[in-house]
C-alpha cells in the first residue's frame, strides 16, 4: 500500500473510531475502563513493575484518573506532558500537580523531576485503534510513536473494545505495543 493510501485508510479508521465511541455511555466507558485496568493490574509486567508510564485519560479515551490515583503511591508513576513535538515523562505526585496546558487543553504534571524512558518498566499505552498484531494508530502527531521508539519497556495498549479492529493500517513510524488489553 502506497504512503498516500495509508495516510488516507489512518484517516477513514480515526473517522470510524469516533463515529464507534460516540456510541458508548460513560457508564460503558467505565465500566469498560475497570475491566481493562484489572487484567492490566493481574499482568506480571505490571505487578512486578517499579516505575510505570500511564497516561491522564481525555474524556474519549480508557479512563485511567482512577488507575493512576490508586497507584502512584506504590509505584513511581509518570505522566507525559508535550514538550514541543516530543513527550517528557514526569513524576506524577498527586492530582494538586495537574495544570491546563496550550496547545490541546490537557491536563499535565507540573513536577519538576524529569525521567527518562529508560527507567520506564512498563508503559501504558493510549491510541484511537488497534489489532490483534499489536499496531496501534494515534491521533497522528507521532508523539507516542517517537516515545517508544526508544523505549524498552514492556509496552501495553489500552482501547475499548469498540477500537479493537482486525488490521490498523501502518507505516513505517509506527510502533507496535506488546500487548493490548481491551473491554
Not at 516505575?51 to 513511581?76: G, N, P, Q
Request: glycine residues 6%; neutral net charge; proline residues 5%.
Amino acid at each position: 500500500m502506497s504512503e498516500i493510501n495509508i495516510r488516507e485508510r489512518k484517516k477513514q479508521v480515526r473517522v470510524l473510531i469516533k463515529e464507534r465511541k460516540a456510541t458508548l455511555s460513560r457508564d460503558q466507558k467505565m465500566e469498560a475502563s475497570a475491566r481493562v485496568f484489572k487484567v492490566v493490574e493481574e499482568l506480571p509486567e505490571f505487578q512486578s513493575a517499579k516505575t510505570v508510564l500511564a497516561y491522564w485519560s481525555l474524556s474519549d479515551e480508557i479512563f485511567t484518573h482512577d488507575f493512576v490515583m490508586k497507584w502512584y503511591l506504590s509505584k513511581r508513576l509518570l505522566l507525559p506532558l508535550v514538550v514541543g513535538d516530543r513527550l517528557q515523562l514526569s513524576v506524577f505526585s498527586g492530582p494538586q500537580s495537574m495544570v491546563e496546558t496550550p496547545p490541546y487543553g490537557i491536563l499535565e504534571p507540573t513536577g519538576e523531576e524529569l525521567v527518562d524512558v529508560s527507567e520506564v518498566d512498563i508503559i501504558i499505552v493510549p491510541g484511537l485503534a488497534f489489532d490483534k498484531h499489536g499496531n496501534r494508530l494515534g491521533r497522528g502527531k507521532g508523539y507516542y510513536d517517537k516515545l517508544l521508539t526508544d523505549a524498552k519497556a514492556f509496552k501495553v495498549g489500552v482501547c475499548f473494545q469498540v477500537q479493537y479492529l482486525p488490521n490498523v493500517p501502518v507505516d513505517h513510524y509506527d510502533v507496535p505495543v506488546d500487548k493490548v488489553v481491551f473491554a
